[in-house]
């Protein structure tokens, strides 16, 4: 999972009373990228099997000229404070059953414009933020990075959050993993897209190592994370999606620590309803790999997705979200 390059960091508000409010700026900035983009790639058939404080509002629902990025809903955003810093965050609110999206390391809290929408409109109340160092929110500081689960623990309980749907994407995918072994409780389902669920031990961290040849991390990242259908269909698109992965990094990167150890073994023992979803070009996550995951994950399900690389929510969101959706429906309160 690929870092994205730093760009000026968005001004905010002084803090009052233990909290900051950031100015109308988050989703704008994602709104006006989508709003400038073109059509999209169509949605591809997938495969799924079973397998053994105070905030401001933002309105970001103007027309657009892309016909496959809806309209998003108002939301609220802020800054919470959690921990020894503060996650910018947005909220669409409501009284339905909370979903949380956790972006990949080449994202921020921006990227889910495909997404929220549509979760919001279906009744779900929608949840992004960005992680330390990467859009809005604090940098790292390197001799205390925190533990991203756990982060995402207090941004949890700041919302006074009880159950609730958890997505996780390429390197959001290994946070997703490491809060479903810490707080299992609190997690209606899990969604792990293009990540082989943080797993460090046997035959999947050896596959995962296998195939990043040498000056891998070096080529650009809209070539490690779009695939070559999309980047060939929609260059537009893949021009939005770059625009986006170099506003996500507002600080030199610091990779946090994990919770948990996680192993297959853990994964084995594991209870959290899950979907995995990978594109049959993924690069870094290919389908043999998140097939050897689903082997030690009980009950789950797997989704691959074809002309889709490491990006599955944006190369083919209306899939993407068609999984997402129909997944957690099985799984609600």
Known sequence: MDQGHC??????????????DVILSGLVV??????????????APNQVTPNPGTAKLITANQATANALVPPQVPV????????????WY????????????LHPASGSGLIWGYQQPVLAKAGYRVIGYSRRSYYNSDPVVKDRPGIGSADLHGL?????LKKFHLVGSAAG?????????????RLLS????????????????????NIRTNGFDDMPVEFRELGPSYRAANPEGARLWTELAHKALTFPEFR??????????????????ALLITGDADLITPPSIMRMVAQHLPGSEISIVAEAGHSVYWEQPDVFNRAVLGFIAKHAQ
């Open 156 to 160: 949890i309980e700041f919302l006074a």
């Open 90 to 101: 947005w909220d669409t609110g409501g009284e339905g059953t909370p979903v949380v999206l």
């Open 190 to 209: 899990l969604v792990i897209a293009d990540n082989s669920a943080g797993v460090r031990d046997g035959e999947i961290a050896k596959a995962a190592a």
């Open 7 to 20: 760009c000026g960091r968005a001004p905010r508000a002084a803090a009052r009373g233990g909290y900051v």
């Open 256 to 273: 946090q620590r994990v919770a948990n150890e996680i192993t297959t073994a853990k994964l084995e023992a594991m209870r959290v309803p």
């Open 173 to 185: 995918g290994t946070i997703a993993a490491d809060y479903a072994l810490s707080h299992p409780d």
């Open 76 to 87: 609220r955003e802020g800054l919470a404070p959690v921990g020894d810093t503060h996650l």
């Open 30 to 43: 994602c709104a006006a990228l989508l709003l400038a983009g073109q059509a999209g790639a169509q949605g």
